[in-house]
């Protein structure tokens, strides 16, 4: 069975920092890019950051300098450091983990943890 739990949501004032953790199972893990994606109260959901298997990253214009993503492949485990939280930056985070299949890419997503920055 296939999981992807996320963690370490939380309220914090803005300025703070935070540490999202996506745990998985189920799938293999080392192959699949890994993603956090954010979804504010009445908007769509947006990209926020991705780590290769290669660990490569790429991230969102409105979170690069001021977020980390990182990947523990021995613990099947995606981080996200936020640092320099912003009221905008407020939202359900998910993970998500990509596989290629053998023409389509395969998305699995977590059911999402809240993050709400204080002015």
């Known amino acids: 069975q296939v999981r992807l739990v996320e963690s370490g949501g939380d309220r914090v004032q803005a300025g703070g920092s935070l540490r999202l953790s996506c745990t998985t199972s189920g799938i293999n893990f080392s192959l699949n890019v890994m993603g956090w994606y954010r979804q504010a109260p009445g908007k769509q959901r947006e990209f926020v950051a991705a780590?290769?298997?290669?660990?490569?990253?790429n991230y969102g214009d409105s979170v690069k300098g001021r977020f980390t993503i990182s990947r523990d492949n021995a613990k099947n485990t995606v981080y996200l450091q936020m640092d320099r939280l912003k009221p905008e930056d407020t939202g359900v985070y998910y993970c998500?983990?990509?596989?290629?299949?053998?023409?389509?890419?395969?998305?699995?997503w977590g059911r999402g943890t809240q993050v709400t920055v204080l002015a």
């Open positions: 780590v290769t298997s290669g660990e490569g990253t």
């Open positions: 998500a983990a990509d596989e290629a299949e053998s023409d389509y890419v395969k998305r699995r």
